[in-house]
């Protein structure tokens, strides 16, 4: 079955029965990250709790594919086979490959596989249109300017927010149809205004203040490990007065991920694996941070940034409070992620 990108999110209403396969090709990251996150929550909610992922790089052996497919799930759970090709084609061996799992799909598995945008070509390929026709089979395409308007709007309104037109218009200048950006710029607003109206005022001041100050620096600072660089960025985001809940929001941001990923590495898994949920832009500046903290006091640095928050809400116990120590204690948690050495050793 073949969906364009608004059906398919709507598959999962309501708990409806999951296909065997879908197959997501595109090469606008956010609409494919996001979609695919669709398909494993859906597969999750219904019992499929394992996942195993299959990188589909040189040498890849398509004989896994089978049996990934054969085995039985670890305690008899439903599994997600998470098959990513790097290229367009599998080749000829892939091709085969994929054409003998539509013959025989297995009752406990879902097949999600996720590739670049597929030429005319391609799309009228074997196998291809065997997949299409046991599973569910979506393009993803880049948004012209109206539909990106729909989408920043949307998007918005999905977070609570009330923009105007003007807003939306504005926002969507400014991301110049990076919807990855568009969608950090919404949380932000999200973040800061809360379920308010929206006018083309918030969005300068959101959006101007961290194209100016470098907010987004500062993540760039600390997983490159530049202590200097993360002290000139908050001196000046404090002069600015760029607010402390954006800069926690940051820094929030990369603990979250960091730890993830080294929770990954701590129980064998390998540095790809890590980076799985890491948007591929982003893969290459963490991985020198992951190496340096994998071995890292998380419970410390997430107990940190959590008594942070604390500050800025008011609801710390410490006795000196205010605004001063709020930016203090931000430089602290920022220099703890950056310490050229394993923190907590």
Not at 38 to 51: S, T
Not at 155 to 182: D, K
Not at 196 to 213: C, G, T, W
Not at 332 to 339: T, V, W
Request: glycine letters at 6%; charged letters at 25%.
């Amino acid at each position: 079955m073949n969906v364009n990108a608004d059906q398919f999110l709507r598959l999962f209403d309501d708990g409806k029965p999951l296909s065997p396969i879908y197959l997501l090709s595109g090469d606008e990251p956010l609409q494919m990250m996001e979609a695919a996150d669709a398909v494993r929550k859906a597969a999750r909610d219904q019992g499929y709790i394992e996942r195993e992922i299959l990188r589909v790089e040189a040498g890849f052996d398509w004989s896994s594919l089978g049996q990934s497919a054969d085995e039985m799930s670890l305690f008899s759970q439903q599994k997600i086979l998470d098959l990513r090709l790097e290229k367009q084609s599998p080749g000829a061996k892939g091709s085969k490959a994929l054409s003998e799992y539509v013959k025989r799909i297995p009752e406990d598995k879902i097949l999600l596989i996720t590739c670049q945008k597929l030429d005319y070509r391609q799309k009228n390929s074997a196998w291809v249109k065997a997949l299409s026709g046991a599973g569910v089979f979506v393009q993803f395409w880049d948004l012209s300017l109206a539909q990106t308007l729909g989408w920043v709007a949307k998007r918005l309104r999905h977070n609570g927010l009330q923009p105007t037109q003007e807003a939306v218009r504005l926002l969507t200048e400014r991301v110049e149809g990076n919807l990855l950006a568009a969608a950090q710029e919404i949380d932000k607003l999200k973040l800061l205004y809360g379920k308010a109206q929206i006018s083309e005022v918030e969005v300068l001041e959101v959006v101007s203040d961290s194209a100016r100050f470098s907010v987004f620096d500062l993540s760039t600072a600390i997983t490159s490990a530049d202590s200097r660089r993360v002290q000139h960025i908050l001196y000046h985001l404090r002069q600015e007065g760029v607010p402390t809940t954006l800069v926690l929001w940051v820094v929030n941001d990369l603990v979250t991920q960091l730890s993830e990923a080294s929770f990954v590495m701590r129980n064998g898994g390998n540095e790809q694996q890590a980076l799985s949920k890491v948007p591929k832009p982003r893969q290459k500046v963490f991985q020198p941070a992951l190496r340096r903290l994998q071995s890292a006091d998380w419970p410390h640095i997430t107990e940190k940034a959590i008594e942070v928050d604390r500050l800025i809400k008011g609801l710390s116990q410490v006795a000196n409070k205010g605004d001063a120590r709020v930016w203090v204690e931000l430089l602290d948690l920022s220099l703890l992620l950056a310490g050229t050495e394993i923190v907590g050793s």
